[in-house]
């Protein structure tokens, strides 16, 4: 299984800030993606980082609020702009790889605060 | 689109009791996944199941797939408060590139 690391783990921002979230795997991923988990709720697909190009999103999520990087296949970032109370949630990284086909691993999570 | 719905979204069982959680899903699925969640955690897999008939089984818990129906069951046997946690089922489409779709999840509680 693949290892990964999500930082930081928790913060409380102030509205108007951005926060980026970095993900981190111990081995190359072919594929990562962002979740959102809103507070007591399921977990909704962000995008889709696609290395060396543009992430793919879903709808309701636009790049301008949700920007996201990926330099290499071992690591990404998600950056939640200009945040209001409604962006409070858990964020989540996942992978699959070429190693692992079928299996779909989850970070540790990001749990967010807006105030 | 893939839709995926869970039920019950709260089950309140004994211990020692069986339960079963059903997923149903609205299109044909290539993957059903199966994760736990235990309160301020992330998603701990538990089972995939990749193709009609599929059962697997990891102590208590037993997955199963049936994709003429479009349903996976989750089925819990003698129930300890260790399972205790959400559990959520999700779907995958190869044509949507691996992305999951969950369903809205299940709260176990299980009492002593």
């Known amino acids: 299984s693949a290892v990964i690391s999500q930082k930081p783990s928790r913060d409380i921002c102030q509205r108007g800030t951005s926060l980026t979230i970095q993900c981190q795997v111990d081995?190359?991923?072919?594929?990562m993606f962002w979740y959102r988990q809103q507070p007591g709720q399921s977990l909704t697909l962000i995008a889709t980082?696609?290395?060396?190009?543009?992430?793919?999103?879903e709808s309701g999520f636009v790049i301008d609020k949700f920007p996201i990087s990926r330099p290499n296949l071992t690591f990404s970032t998600l950056t939640v702009s200009n945040m209001s109370p409604e962006d409070s949630s858990i964020y989540l990284c996942?992978?699959?790889?070429?190693?692992?086909?079928?299996?779909?691993?989850f970070g540790p999570g990001t749990r967010l605060t807006v105030t | 689109e893939l839709k995926v719905e869970q039920n019950p979204l709260f089950l309140s069982m004994q211990e020692g009791k069986n339960y079963t959680i059903y997923c149903n899903y609205s299109?044909?699925?290539?993957?059903l996944y199966w994760y736990r969640q235990d309160p301020g955690k992330s998603l701990e897999s538990l089972f995939v199941?990749?193709?009609?008939?599929a059962v697997k089984q990891e102590g208590r818990l037993m997955a199963s797939l049936d994709t003429k129906a479009r349903l996976s069951t989750l089925h819990i046997t003698a129930a300890v408060h260790d399972l205790s946690a959400t559990y959520f089922c999700?779907?995958?489409?190869?044509?949507?590139?691996?992305?999951?779709?969950f369903g809205e999840g299940t709260q176990l509680t299980v009492n002593p």
């Open positions: 996942s992978v699959t790889g070429t190693g692992l086909p079928y299996e779909q691993y």
């Open positions: 299109t044909t699925s290539d993957r």
């Open positions: 999700a779907g995958t489409q190869e044509t949507s590139g691996s992305r999951l779709t």
């Open positions: 980082a696609n290395q060396g190009s543009e992430a793919t999103y």
């Open positions: 081995s190359q991923v072919t594929m």
């Open positions: 199941l990749l193709s009609n008939g």
